[in-house]
């Protein structure tokens, strides 16, 4: 995939360049981190997960609020129906102990009754069918996209590539000690990459997920977005981010010993600030092209 400005000249062998050139390039490692940290100021940490938390994070994609309100819906249904059964066991329980009816009753049918409790709950699973199959529907019919990424599943970490754009990255989970480096809270270990996606705020993202090796899986809880990576097989979600902001995500497929160790992170932005991301990330970001064309030059 895709290799850094500062792999290329450790590569390379920055020593043999002399040592104008080395100054020439910690001026442009420095002009690059400087643009990075200007892009990404003042972004706020929306969707990450929280201790002891019991609810769903933020909901920034119609997606993502489709979701939680089927969640809810779901919820008091189920409660309902808990409730009811709960009730009637109680009742039966005082009802029909050996005390209250020392005499048992002996029939053996209530047709009322068995078609009552066949039908009813096939009118429930309609009627949670009318609105699961319509955002399911939703998912899976991709709108026309503004942005195509595509998102490898790797043991274990992610790559990226930008194929409009003819850009290419590894996301690595960055250790304890490089969070601060990058800008990460100290709570945010385990959940940090070097590289984020990056996309702009009301764009509709088309993601291409697949997997290089094993089984994977691409998902932001706060897009609402769950899709496997299998190996040989290209699967598509979408999502239209509308709110500016660091979402955390997983890989959420066990898929080895690291499995815990390939977090996601996608940075969503300004349309203004996303073509300077571009133009940083095309200097930043050398294309497999590029790799191959500096290997045989050497």
Same mark, same amino acid.
């Given at each position: 995939?895709?290799?850094?400005?500062?792999?290329?000249?450790?590569?390379?062998?920055?020593?043999?360049?002399?040592?104008?050139?080395?100054?020439?390039?910690?001026?442009?490692?420095s002009?690059?981190?400087?643009?990075?940290?200007?892009?990404?100021?003042?972004?706020?940490?929306?969707?990450?997960?929280?201790?002891?938390?019991?609810?769903?994070?933020?909901?920034?994609?119609?997606?993502?609020?489709?979701?939680n309100?089927?969640?809810?819906?779901?919820?008091?249904?189920?409660?309902?129906? /808990?409730?009811?059964?709960? @009730?009637?066991?109680? $009742?039966?329980?005082?009802?029909? +102990?050996?005390?209250?009816? %020392? =005499?048992?009753?002996?029939?053996?049918?209530?047709?009322?009754?068995?078609?009552?409790?066949?039908?009813?709950?096939?009118?429930?699973?309609?009627?949670?069918?009318?609105?699961?199959?319509a955002?399911l529907?939703?998912?899976?019919?991709?709108?026309?996209?503004?942005?195509?990424?595509?998102?490898?599943?790797?043991?274990?970490?992610?790559?990226?590539?930008?194929?409009?754009?003819?850009?290419?990255?590894?996301?690595?989970?960055?250790?304890?000690?490089?969070? /601060?480096?990058?800008?990460? @809270?100290?709570?945010? $270990?385990?959940?940090?990459?070097? +590289?984020?996606?990056?996309? %702009? =705020?009301?764009?509709?993202v088309?993601?291409?997920?697949?997997?290089?090796?094993?089984?994977?899986?691409?998902?932001?809880?706060?897009?609402?977005?769950?899709t496997?990576?299998?190996?040989?097989?290209?699967?598509?979600?979408?999502?239209?981010?509308?709110?500016?902001?660091?979402?955390?995500?997983?890989?959420?497929?066990?898929?080895?010993?690291a499995?815990?160790?390939?977090?996601?992170?996608?940075?969503?932005?300004?349309?203004?600030?996303?073509?300077?991301?571009?133009?940083?990330?095309?200097?930043?970001?050398?294309?497999?092209?590029?790799?191959i064309?500096?290997?045989?030059?050497?």
């Amino acid at each position: 995939m895709g290799i850094t400005i500062k792999q290329f000249f450790i590569k390379f062998n920055v020593r043999h360049l002399g040592i104008a050139s080395l100054s020439l390039v910690c001026l442009i490692l420095s002009k690059t981190a400087t643009v990075a940290e200007d892009i990404f100021s003042g972004l706020e940490t929306i969707g990450k997960p929280t201790p002891g938390g019991i609810n769903f994070q933020p909901a920034v994609t119609e997606l993502a609020r489709d979701i939680n309100w089927l969640d809810q819906l779901l919820f008091w249904i189920i409660l309902a129906i /808990s409730l009811f059964v709960v @009730a009637l066991l109680a $009742y039966a329980a005082f009802k029909y +102990n050996r005390k209250a009816n %020392p =005499v048992p009753q002996t029939f053996t049918h209530h047709p009322v009754l068995e078609v009552a409790w066949t039908v009813i709950p096939i009118f429930i699973l309609v009627f949670i069918g009318v609105f699961s199959l319509a955002m399911l529907y939703k998912q899976m019919e991709i709108p026309e996209s503004d942005l195509t990424i595509k998102a490898v599943g790797n043991q274990w970490y992610w790559s990226y590539e930008y194929p409009e754009y003819g850009i290419e990255f590894d996301a690595i989970m960055l250790s304890k000690d490089e969070l /601060s480096e990058y800008g990460y @809270a100290d709570d945010e $270990y385990l959940l940090a990459t070097d +590289n984020p996606v990056v996309v %702009p =705020v009301g764009a509709v993202v088309r993601v291409q997920v697949t997997g290089a090796d094993v089984i994977h899986a691409w998902k932001i809880p706060s897009f609402g977005v769950h899709t496997d990576a299998m190996p040989g097989r290209l699967n598509e979600n979408w999502f239209k981010a509308e709110r500016e902001g660091i979402y955390f995500g997983q890989c959420s497929e066990l898929c080895g010993m690291a499995h815990a160790y390939m977090p996601i992170v996608v940075k969503v932005i300004s349309k203004e600030k996303f073509e300077k991301w571009l133009e940083y990330a095309s200097d930043e970001f050398a294309s497999l092209d590029n790799e191959i064309l500096l290997a045989s030059a050497d």
